[in-house]
């Protein structure tokens, strides 16, 4: 007779053969050997993820964070805070292996949008300042990469077993086998970073279609708090560098010019002004501050008496786009 084992291994040598039908065949032979484990996991993988405490690293992608613009389609979005950018484009996959394949099968593209829960959109665009819908444009090869390394955990699990020496006989295992698999100790973290023959995993492009798949708030994503909370820390460390980069001016500034009138102390105020303008970085940053945060929390942050002059200086910059 057959060893289950061994034709599970060839199966998953197979790139043509389905990962949903392997998963199955795995759920039999760790059902029949009482491998509580991988029973968790196979079931995890045929019905889907419902908390983010229990997702893989290889259940994580990684996207482009893109807005719907009415007329020209959708338009990459620039994230200069890397923590702000890493939670947002780096997206969980819930999704049932069985979607999964469903997805990069009957693609027509390259790639697949992921969409926000609805109050995680607002509060990004809240950050951002503009209300146009967002998503997250992932490469299909990524989700490609999610079905192939549930092939290579099923793989290295059949070679594992093998190298136990549980092989079965039919749909059968003999006590002994049953016995063996019940001391040995079958991670999937083992499995999933170890692999005795390498990578199987293929890179083939795949058309996608843009079709758009929801992350549910309540199933491990990314709490909005969490983001909310990124997203403040973040404005406030802007606000408080543009601060310290305006004192820093008026200082130098004050030391070549007088400031001992209300009107010296304008006169430096306007050269500072002029010297922002002329750099548009130190613009743009002290505009980005403003918008993140208010033009008075900038008055407050800058602790110099000429501060107040410049505050009132540039009061039209909250307006700039």
Not at 41 to 53: M, P, R, T
Not at 199 to 212: L, V, Y
């Amino acid at each position: 007779m057959n060893s289950l084992v061994l034709e599970l291994q060839n199966e998953a040598l197979d790139p043509s053969s389905s990962v949903l039908n392997l998963l199955r065949k795995a759920s039999v032979i760790a059902y029949k050997l009482d491998v509580q484990e991988l029973q968790e996991w196979v079931k995890l993988e045929l019905n889907g993820y419902s908390q983010s405490s229990q997702l893989p690293d290889y259940r994580f992608v990684n996207g482009e964070l893109k807005a719907q613009n009415p007329f020209h389609g959708f338009i990459p979005v620039m994230l200069d805070d890397a923590k702000i950018s890493d939670l947002i484009s780096k997206r969980p996959v819930f999704q049932p292996i069985s979607e999964l394949e469903h997805l990069i099968s009957n693609a027509s593209r390259n790639f697949l949008h992921l969409t926000f829960p609805k109050e995680m959109e607002l509060e990004i665009q809240k950050w951002l300042r503009d209300p146009l819908p967002l998503v997250v444009r992932v490469s299909t090869s990524q989700f490609n990469k999610v079905v192939e390394n549930t092939r290579d955990i099923i793989l290295n699990w059949s070679l594992r077993l093998e190298k136990d020496g549980i092989l079965g006989e039919g749909m059968t295992f003999s006590t002994r086998e049953k016995e063996i698999a019940h001391n040995a100790s079958y991670h999937i973290e083992h499995l999933y970073n170890y692999s005795p023959i390498g990578n199987t995993m293929s890179e083939t492009n795949i058309d996608q279609s843009n079709s758009s798949m929801g992350i549910g708030v309540n199933q491990g994503e990314v709490k909005t708090e969490k983001l909310a909370g990124t997203i403040n820390e973040a404005q406030s460390q802007n606000l408080a560098q543009a601060a310290a980069d305006i004192q820093q001016l008026l200082e130098q500034l004050s030391q070549k010019y007088p400031t001992e009138t209300l009107s010296q102390k304008a006169l430096v105020a306007e050269e500072a002004i002029k010297k922002i303008e002329n750099d548009s970085s130190f613009k743009q940053r002290v505009i980005s501050a403003i918008k993140a945060g208010s033009i008075g929390a900038l008055e407050k942050a800058i602790d110099n008496p000429i501060g107040a002059f410049f505050i009132e200086g540039i009061k039209g910059w909250k307006d700039v786009n």
